[in-house]
T-cell receptor
Framework: AQSVTQPDIHITVSEGASLELRCNYSYGATPYLFWYVQSPGQGLQLLLKYFSGDTLVQGIKGFEAEFKRSQSSFNLRKPSVHWSDAAEYFCAVGARGSYIPTFGRGTSLIVHP | DSGVTQTPKHLITATGQRVTLRCSPRSGDLSVYWYQQSLDQGLQFLIHYYNGEERAKGNILERFSAQQFPDLHSELNLSSLELGDSALYFC?????????????FGPGTRLLVL
């Protein structure tokens, strides 16, 4: 079965600084990978997803993620963080043939002014 | 706003009770998914319905059941509630049930069992 690890429970950055949120997955083949964001009091919103092809994926709100097969990672990046990016971020993995993702435990992003 | 609505927003009840959570998918979406988010277990898939039929089950307890009605709204029934059932329950919808599709999440129902 697939699994996802988000090693950082909390990340604190200053507004305007760059951001990288880590995600490692475990799956025997090439997985489907997702990043979701959950703002306080809101449901999850899909930021980006990777199925195949170009390993650098562009998403909404200026986010991107890079799939690195050799490292079993799918880290989320943003060059300049805005205060409104403060939220919980979830990485998820889906197995080929299944449309139900397995979610990581999430990383809480705190943005200092 | 994702277009998925969930009612109620908050629910406080006692152990042993039964509650019903309601979800209305986006217009045109045939699939509804239910998830539970708790501090202990994180975000877990419970069950998926497609056009009225159950398609997949995840970590759903026997005390929990769901259905999807002809108008495509869905209800999640939780019975014999325990303290550990306190959680945020999300539903999500998508057009079909293919892996390529984006799931759109509702704002959730926060359940507190006292």
């Amino acid at each position: 079965a697939q699994s996802v690890t988000q090693p950082d429970i909390h990340i604190t950055v200053s507004e305007g600084a760059s951001l990288e949120l880590r995600c490692n997955y475990s799956y025997g083949a090439t997985p489907y990978l997702f990043w979701y964001v959950q703002s306080p009091g809101q449901g999850l919103q899909l930021l980006l997803k990777y199925f195949s092809g170009d390993t650098l994926v562009q998403g909404i709100k200026g986010f991107e993620a890079e799939f690195k097969r050799s490292q079993s990672s799918f880290n989320l990046r943003k060059p300049s963080v805005h205060w409104s990016d403060a939220a919980e971020y979830f990485c998820a993995v889906g197995a080929r043939g299944s449309y139900i993702p397995t979610f990581g435990r999430g990383t809480s992003l705190i943005v200092h002014p | 706003d994702s277009g998925v609505t969930q009612t109620p927003k908050h629910l406080i009840t006692a152990t042993g009770q039964r509650v019903t959570l309601r979800c209305s998918p986006r217009s045109g979406d045939l699939s509804v998914y239910w998830y539970q988010q708790s501090l202990d277990q994180g975000l877990q898939f419970l069950i998926h319905y497609y056009n009225g039929e159950e398609r997949a089950k995840g970590n759903i307890l026997e005390r929990f059941s769901a259905q999807q009605f002809p108008d495509l709204h869905s209800e999640l029934n939780l019975s014999s509630l325990e303290l550990g059932d306190s959680a945020l329950y999300f539903c999500a919808s998508s057009v079909e049930s293919r892996f390529q599709e984006t799931q759109y999440f509702g704002p959730g129902t926060r359940l507190l069992v006292l």
